[in-house]
């Protein structure tokens, strides 16, 4: 397939030359001659004395450049504060400015047009004066293409002005539930989690607790026999695994040479979802300001429930610049991270949507990095995943160990996974998305605990490739013990209800991915919760060499002996090896002597497994928080 130039649409589309005359109020308006444009949207503002003509020049010769809107440049560069312009743009389009708090947007009309529609336009219909629908809109620049569409639906229309905050707003108060109820089911139900904890699953569950309890009751040995078989079996298919990708990981070593960049840079929409954060905006500003793409091209939204007033009101003290924005997500019973993701995705405005946790600190280039890759790949890459790193790797043994955990799966296991053709398990941050193939998965599914691995098998599904950027995100490791069990038990259980969501229908599935991608899946999900669940069963084996007695080994022939000891003793020169390998591609500075000390490490990953397993069955959709802002970046400190 050739290389496809940039297929980055936006949506809705919005051309930036407005289209032919509009009637905009009821009344004439002898005064409009011809269209308004950029250049008399300058004009006023010189003659007006709201912007100084050095900037004006310099804002002219941008939106020239990049065709992009002369109100979004100003307001990104500083050059004009929101209340003046929005007035300004009123006087330039002979339009009213909505006051929807003197008279709140008809309900009915909203519902005739839909919320989510009203949302995705950036149009909300306001009012009626007899035959004509007054809609407010917040890009008066867009009017035109929506026009037809709009005409069909209320007949005469005319245009009032707004900002996007106070639209928003009013949608939110008005229809706010069935937004949440939009944004939980996006994703098809037979691909979505939503529908676990059914009287039917709960009732395998039982069933299968009782006849594990009971087999071990009965046959006990049989059991001991059974695990062990299992666990040395998925042990062998996932160390296979690691060394198949650690070849291809060294087949490949060289770093792609970056392609030709875009000849206009397109708008770009980063989420980073929110919740109890109290002093994290000041340091998510100051990280984020040093991405060094196009301001007026980037439109950071940062995604915040509707009932978390301190986060709402930290946003609010802090001085976000103008290319940020706070989204609100209305409430709902469920509450996580992809359910507010899919909330605010119709808000976005970027061709391209990327997410970042919010204590990333991504290197300044990354964007561009993003941008040019898209460009220079075709259609079926839909997916872009960063490389996460630490800026506390040295805080403690817990977070040196976090390090090289994460070193060895971002910059080995993930890279060789994606050189054997396989399904990439996403990672929840620094990822990147062209909007088309996004949408039309449905974007996250808003309950699963564990919305990146399912939205990368999905997008496997689907025939769509995910690649790995050589861009680095840096992150807080997670260096207390019991919020890290927290954590890797929500991941655990993200990956228990990603792999059943998926296996429902094993034959389709089987259909979809190809054997190889099939093989792939069961390895990475089966065998890796298998591996977390039964590691005290391996474990136990380790005290046969200190002389004491075991079930299982004492009945092993010599040879069956020697060649289980085999197995461990290459797992672990595997792990140690990649570990070692990874260590040295980071610019994490971990002594290697730390390698060792990993064996303490995993057992709480265990003990996250068994938790995991449990919320599965009594609180599946619960949304275990991490929680952030506890350690920064040295030059922050």
Known sequence: MTAERLPLRPA???????????????????????????????????????????????????????????????????????????????????????????????????????????????????????????????????????????????????MALTTPELLEAALLALRGRSLDRAALTRVPEAESCRGWGSDTHLLWVRAIVVLLVAATVLAPMLMVWALTLWAVLTLVLTTLLKTAAVFASLRHAQPEPPGPAPDRWPTVSVMVALYNESDIAPRLVRRLSRLDYPRERLDILLVVEEDDKVTRNALRRADLPAWMRIVVVPDGAIRTKPRALNHALDLCRGAIIGVYDAEDAPEPDQIRKVVARFHNRGAEVACLQGVLDFYNPRTNWLSRCFTMEYAAWFRIMLPGLARLGLPIPLGGTTLFFRRGALEELGAWDACNVTEDADLGMRLARHGYRTELLDTTTFEEANCRALPWIKQRSRWLKGYMMTYGVHMRQPGLLLRQLGWWKFLGFQTLFLCTLSQFVLAPVLWSFWIVPLGLHHPVSATLPPAMSNTLLGIFLFTEAVQVAITLMAMRLTPSKVSPLWVPLLHFYFPLGALASYKAAWEMVRKPFWWDKTSHGHFDPPEEE
């Open 12 to 158: 809705p589309p919005r051309p930036f030359v407005a289209g032919p005359r509009l009637s905009l109020v009821a009344r004439s308006q002898p005064w409009m001659h011809s269209t308004p444009t950029a250049e008399t949207l300058g004009v006023m503002l010189l003659r007006e004395g709201l912007v100084a003509p050095d900037d004006i020049v310099q804002a002219l010769s941008l939106q020239a450049r990049q065709r992009g809107r002369l109100a979004d440049i100003l307001l990104a560069r500083g050059m004009i504060d929101e209340t003046r312009l929005f007035g300004a743009l009123a006087r330039h389009w002979g339009v009213e400015l909505a006051d929807f708090g003197a008279m709140p947007p008809d309900p009915r009309l909203v519902d005739a047009m839909g919320a989510g529609a009203c949302l995705r336009d950036g149009l909300i219909p306001w009012r009626q004066i007899g035959d004509l629908t007054v809609i407010a809109t917040a890009y008066p620049e867009d009017f035109a293409f929506h026009r037809a569409a709009l005409n069909a639906r209320f007949g005469r229309v005319a």
